[in-house]
C-alpha cells in the first residue's frame, strides 16, 4: 500500500470512530477524554511515520541514482547485466537499517535511448500508526539518468614517466616498472583510463560520435615506427646519433669523423702524421734525411735500423723520410626500420623557434626541418600514441600496455593531444563533425623535469613550464576545452600552478593527493563531458 492510500485509509477509520462516539448516550468524561486520545495519537503517529517516510526515500533516490550513474557509465550491457549491476551499486549505497525501516524491494531497470530509468519500493514498518490498523507505508523512488552530449574528440594526455611508478604505500619506487605494480600511479591510471573509455563508448548514440586520442608521453612520445617513411620526419639528429664508423669505438657522426688514424704507428693527429720525418735524428727535411748517412757507435751500433747492424753497413745506408696517411672515419647511419618511434619538440637543437614556434603549436610540418618532428633514439620511449579512434578494443590495449619510465615533458604531450584533434599533417584527424566538442584530458604526477633543451640537470627546467604554458593558451584559443589532472601523493610537491593554469577554468582542475583518487576524477569528467546526468 502506498503513502497515500495508507493515509485515506486510516481517515476512513477515524471517521467511523468519530461517528460511534457522536451516536454514544453513555458517553462520559472518561469516555470523550479516552476517545480524543485516538485522533490526536493518530496525528502525532502519522507525523512521525511521514518523517520516516521521507528520510527512506531520499536515500532511496540517493541509492537508485548512483546506481543508475555506473549503469549508463559502462557500455554493451544486456538487460540482465543492467539490471545485475544497478542492484549491486544501490545495495552498497543503500546505507538505511532495514530492520527499523524496511527491506527494499529489487531494484527495477530499463533503458529507453539514452534514458535510463530505476525505481524501487520499501514497505516500511510504521509506528503509532499501527493503532489504527496500518502496519506498513510503501515508499517509492524512481531515477533517470540521461546522456545529453553525443558528439565528442578527445584526446587523453597520459603522464607515463617514471614516477608513475610510485605508489602511496612507496612513494621512492624505482623506476622503470613494467608491468605496473600493483597499487602504483600507473596501474591506477590504466584502471581509470579504461573505465573512462567505457564511459565515453556508452554515450555514443552512433558508431563515430564519440572518437578518442590516447596520447602516452614522458620527455619524448612515441608517434608508431609505422611512420618511419614519412616526409614530416626530421632525420638529422638520429642520423647522427645511430649508425657504424670504420673507427672501433666511434659510436656517433661527431666522434667518428671527428677523428682518424694514421699509417705511421703512434702518430695521433692529422698534423703528426702528415708532417714528414726522418729515421736519423736532427734531419728536419726531406733533402737532408735522404742525403745523410748512419753513424756507427762502437756502444750501441748504427742509430738508424739495418741489416745486418755493422759498421759499413751503417755508414753506407741513408736516411728514410717518411710522410703518414690520415684516414678519416666513415659514418654510416641506421636503417631508419631500427627506430623506437620517438620525436622530440620540434625547433633546432640550439633551442626552440621562437619566430615560427612549432613546439607549441599544431601548425603542419612542412619544408623547413624547423617545423619537422625531429625523430630520436630515447631509451624510455614510451607506448605508441593512437590517432582519434571509436576502435574500443584498440585503445583498450594501448591503455593496457602502458608502461613508466623517463622524464617529464607535459609541454609535447599537449601539443600532440591537440595534433591528434586537428585536420593536417600528420595526424588527420579529418573534418570536425557539427555539434562536436574537443577536448584535452591531461593527467600529470610530477612537475615538468627535461625536454629536448631545458631541465637536464644543468639547465632550468622552468624554461619547460614555459613553453607549457604556451601550448596551453594557443588550444584553448582554438576552442579546446582542456581538463587537467595532477596527482600529487600526499600532497609533497605542492600546488602545480602550470596544469591549474591549463585547465580552461578552476571546475576543471584537479589536485590528487592518492592514488585511489583518479578513480573519481576520471569519473567525474567522464560525467562532465558526456553529460551523463541525474535528470529525475
Not at 115 to 126: E, G, K, R
Not at 428 to 443: E, V
Not at 484 to 506: E, H, R, Y
Request: aromatic share 6%; with cysteine.
Amino acid at each position: 500500500m502506498s503513502i497515500g492510500a495508507s493515509l485515506r485509509a486510516s481517515f476512513a477509520r477515524v471517521r467511523v470512530l468519530t461517528g460511534l462516539f457522536a451516536r454514544s448516550k453513555r458517553a462520559n468524561i472518561s469516555l470523550i477524554f479516552g476517545l480524543s486520545l485516538i485522533p490526536i495519537t493518530l496525528g502525532a503517529g502519522l507525523g512521525l511515520d511521514m518523517a520516516r517516510a521521507m528520510i527512506v526515500r531520499s536515500r532511496l533516490t540517493e541509492a537508485l541514482d548512483a546506481a543508475g550513474l555506473a549503469v549508463g557509465g559502462t557500455a554493451g550491457l544486456s538487460q540482465s547485466q543492467m539490471q545485475t549491476m544497478a542492484q549491486q551499486y544501490f545495495n552498497a549505497n543503500y546505507t538505511t537499517d532495514q530492520s527499523h525501516f524496511g527491506t527494499p524491494t529489487a531494484v527495477n531497470v530499463s533503458k529507453t535511448g539514452q534514458v535510463i530509468t530505476l525505481s524501487a519500493d520499501v514497505p516500511m514498518p510504521t509506528t503509532l500508526m499501527r493503532i489504527a490498523g496500518m502496519n506498513t507505508l510503501t515508499v517509492h523512488a524512481t531515477s533517470q539518468v540521461t546522456f545529453g552530449q553525443t558528439k565528442l574528440w578527445v584526446s587523453l594526455v597520459l603522464d607515463n614517466t617514471g614516477s608513475m611508478c610510485q605508489s602511496d604505500t612507496n612513494p621512492s619506487a624505482n623506476a622503470p616498472c613494467d608491468p605496473a605494480p600493483t597499487g602504483s600511479k600507473i596501474k591506477a591510471l590504466i584502471d581509470s583510463t579504461t573505465s573512462l573509455l567505457t564511459m565515453l563508448q556508452n554515450a555514443a548514440a552512433n558508431p563515430g560520435d564519440v572518437q578518442v586520442a590516447i596520447v602516452p608521453f614522458v620527455k619524448d612520445v612515441d608517434i608508431g615506427t609505422t611512420n618511419a617513411g614519412a616526409s614530416w620526419i626530421d632525420w638529422t639528429d638520429w642520423n647522427a646519433a645511430n649508425g657504424s664508423c670504420t673507427i672501433s669505438g666511434k659510436t656517433s657522426q661527431s666522434s667518428c669523423q671527428g677523428s682518424g688514424t694514421c699509417s705511421v704507428s703512434g702518430r695521433t693527429s692529422q698534423s703528426s702524421c702528415t708532417t714528414g720525418t726522418c729515421n736519423i735524428s736532427g734531419k728536419t727535411s726531406q733533402s737532408s734525411c735522404t742525403s745523410a748517412v748512419g753513424t756507427w757507435s762502437s756502444f750501441s751500433g748504427c742509430n738508424i735500423s739495418v741489416s745486418p747492424n755493422t759498421k759499413s753497413v751503417c755508414q753506407s745506408t741513408h736516411g728514410t723520410w717518411t710522410v703518414g696517411v690520415w684516414t678519416v672515419g666513415v659514418w654510416t647511419p641506421a636503417q631508419h626500420s631500427t627506430w623506437n618511434g620517438c620525436v622530440m619538440d620540434r625547433g633546432s637543437d640550439s633551442g626552440p623557434d621562437t619566430t615560427n614556434n612549432y613546439d607549441v603549436e599544431d601548425t603542419a610540418p612542412g619544408a623547413n626541418t624547423s617545423s619537422q618532428f625531429p625523430a630520436e633514439q630515447y631509451s624510455n620511449c614510451p607506448e605508441a600514441l593512437t590517432g582519434l579512434s571509436y576502435s574500443w578494443s584498440t585503445l583498450n590495449t594501448e591503455v593496457a600496455n602502458m608502461k613508466a619510465g623517463g622524464s617529464t615533458n607535459q609541454t609535447i604531450g599537449l601539443v600532440w593531444g591537440w595534433h591528434a584533434l586537428t585536420n593536417a599533417a600528420p595526424l588527420n584527424a579529418g573534418s570536425l563533425p557539427a555539434q562536436t566538442s574537443r577536448i584535452i584530458i591531461i593527467l600529470s604526477d610530477g612537475l615538468n623535469t627535461q625536454d629536448r633543451w631545458y631541465g637536464d640537470g644543468s639547465n632550468d627546467s622552468s624554461q619547460v613550464d614555459s613553453r607549457m604554458s604556451s601550448v596551453c593558451a594557443n588550444a584553448k584559443a582554438d576552442n579546446i576545452t582542456i581538463y587537467a589532472v595532477f596527482v600529487d601523493i600526499g600532497g609533497t610537491q605542492g600546488n602545480s600552478s602550470v596544469l591549474q593554469n591549463c585547465a580552461t577554468d578552476s571546475s576543471k582542475y584537479y589536485d590528487l593527493t592518492s592514488t585511489s583518487q583518479i578513480q573519481a576524477a576520471f569519473a567525474a569528467i567522464g560525467q562532465q563531458i558526456t553529460n551523463l546526468r541525474v535528470s529525475q
